[in-house]
C-alpha cells in the first residue's frame, strides 16, 4: 500500500514563502513520477508542478512558473515544493501525487492534502 502524506502548509503573508514536503512510504519511492495539485475553494482541482523520477525534468503551470520549484530526494522519500513570493490566488489545499506511467493522465496515488493560505 502506497501512502502519501503532505506537510507544511500554513498561513503567510502576500510575498512571502512556505516549502511544502510529502514523504511517500510503501513502495520504491524512485519509481513514481511525482506531481504537486492544488484547489482551491468552488474550483477544480489544478496542476501545479511535476517531477520526473530522477528529478532531471521538472514543469510548472504558468502560475506558478518562476516562484515555485519542485524538488525530490530519493533517499529520503520525499518531495517538496518551495513557494516563494506568495499570493492571495495561490491559497488552496496542495495535494501530492504519484504515478508510475510518466505518459499516464491519471496519477494513481494522493495524499491527504495540506491548507495553504495567503492573506493580502
Known amino acids: 500500500q502506497v501512502q502519501l502524506v503532505e506537510s507544511g502548509g500554513g498561513l503567510v503573508q502576500a510575498g512571502g514563502s512556505l516549502r511544502l514536503s510529502c514523504a511517500i512510504s510503501g513502495r520504491s519511492f524512485s519509481n513514481y513520477f511525482m506531481g504537486w495539485f492544488r484547489q482551491a475553494p468552488g474550483k477544480e482541482r489544478e496542476f501545479v508542478a511535476r517531477?520526473?523520477?530522477?528529478?532531471?525534468?521538472?514543469n510548472y503551470a504558468d502560475s506558478v512558473k518562476g516562484r515555485f520549484t519542485i524538488s525530490r530526494d530519493n533517499n529520503k522519500n520525499t518531495v517538496d515544493l518551495q513557494m516563494n513570493n506568495l499570493k492571495p490566488e495561490d491559497t488552496a489545499v496542495y495535494y501530492c501525487?504519484?504515478?508510475?506511467?510518466?505518459?499516464?493522465?491519471?496519477?494513481?496515488?494522493w495524499g491527504q492534502g495540506t491548507q495553504v493560505t495567503v492573506s493580502s
Open positions: 501525487a504519484a504515478k508510475i506511467d510518466a505518459f499516464s493522465l491519471k496519477y494513481d496515488y
Open positions: 517531477i520526473s523520477w530522477s528529478g532531471g525534468s521538472t
